[in-house]
């Protein structure tokens, strides 16, 4: 069982700067793909960017690809998203998600845990 919690959510303006964490806790950190989704109101959950249980390879949807890096340090079991130059259209909830046997990364169902998200809104 792991249980991630985010912070770090906030109200920015737009090309402003905000950095997410997602603290997990429970079985071995390093052992899992570690990603952040999002979800607008009215839209389905969409993937943002994940990162590989090394640390070395990582992937982003093209929306956000420039613009915010996913990070992890597994001695502190934590997962990062800094989202630089945001956009009006990158508000949402932001969740963190593992996932022990991750194939398709931009899928949901491929992920087994999730925390409760973090609202993230931009203003134009």
């Known amino acids: 069982q792991v249980h991630l919690v985010e912070s770090g959510g906030g109200l920015v303006q737009a090309g402003g700067s905000l950095r997410l964490s997602c603290a997990a806790s429970?079985?071995?950190?390093?052992?899992?793909?570690m990603a952040w989704f999002r979800q607008a109101p009215g839209k389905e959950r969409e993937f943002v960017a994940v990162i590989r249980r090394s640390g070395i390879n990582t992937y982003y949807a093209d929306s956000v690809k420039g613009r915010f890096t996913i990070s992890r340090d597994n001695a502190k079991n934590t997962v990062y998203l800094q989202m630089n130059s945001l956009k009006p259209e990158d508000t949402a909830v932001y969740y963190c998600a593992a996932g022990v046997s991750v194939v398709v990364i931009s899928t949901p169902s491929e992920y087994d845990y999730w925390g409760q998200g973090t609202q993230v809104t931009v203003s134009s």
């Open positions: 429970g079985r071995t950190f390093s052992s899992y793909t």
